[in-house]
């Protein structure tokens, strides 16, 4: 199972994601070192176990806001070999570079508004996105089509309860089992309330490609060796 760790950026800082509720969200405090600067964190998180992917949200940009573009060219240009999810916000095909670091794959979250024949046009020039279905309190947050049409869906999609970020409530396995008989032969990962090694290991059981996961590294509920026992 893939376990990508996840870093919120708000105003050149990592900040801890809690349900969603972005105007809330406080420079984070983590057990792995001191602070909340970017390339700090992201080298405690590979000190902790050899990652391969690193998920970025970029809250600014999500909230059409400044975006938070040196930052991450700076953790690109640190990791060289670290894989990158970024989340923008962005879901228009104007919104993309013609050209983009080989090392980026774009997520495209529902909660933008994208619809399904937007995100089909949008799959059509930019290489393998990833699809995030943003649900919150048991609600789709986003264009009802985009599920309806899981045919258009990439290969790996995101199944994500935003109600459970930050939160110690655990993954939202009956959302899960809605979703999976939509994305046959897809890649499901989940995200949103991922507490400790149980959690992992049933999510393990249930056959999906990988998790995110963000609060339970920096609390120390998930540890290195946690994650090599899943090897």
Not at 14 to 42: F, K, M, N, W
Not at 150 to 159: A, G
Not at 192 to 207: A, E, M, P, V, Y
Request: with cysteine; net charge negative.
């Amino acid at each position: 199972m893939h376990i990508i760790p996840v870093i919120d950026l708000y105003q050149g800082q990592v900040v801890h994601a809690v349900r969603g509720q972005r105007e809330h969200y406080q420079p984070v405090r983590s057990l792995l070192c001191t602070g909340s600067d970017p390339c700090a964190i992201v080298q405690a998180m590979l000190n902790l176990y050899p990652f391969t992917t690193l998920y970025i949200a970029d809250l600014d940009a999500i909230q059409s806001n400044k975006e938070n573009k040196d930052v991450i060219d700076e953790l690109q240009q640190e990791f060289p070999h670290l894989a990158f999810w970024l989340d923008s916000g962005k879901f228009r095909k104007e919104d993309f570079p013609d050209f983009h670091h080989s090392s980026t794959t774009y997520v495209i979250g529902s909660e933008t508004g994208v619809t399904a024949d937007m995100f089909d046009k949008l799959s059509a020039i930019i290489s393998e996105p990833v699809l995030s279905l943003d649900f919150k309190a048991g609600i789709f947050s986003g264009e009802a089509n985009i599920l309806q049409h899981p045919e258009i869906w990439p290969q790996n999609i995101i199944v994500m309860n935003l109600a459970r970020v930050g939160s110690s409530e655990g993954p939202d396995m009956d959302l899960l089992e809605k979703i999976k008989p939509l994305s046959t032969g897809k890649n499901i990962y989940m995200a949103g309330g991922i507490r400790n090694i149980d959690d992992l290991r049933k999510l393990d059981t249930s056959g999906v490609a990988g998790v995110l996961v963000a609060t339970a590294l920096h609390d120390g509920s998930i540890t290195g060796a946690d994650i090599s026992s899943l090897e």
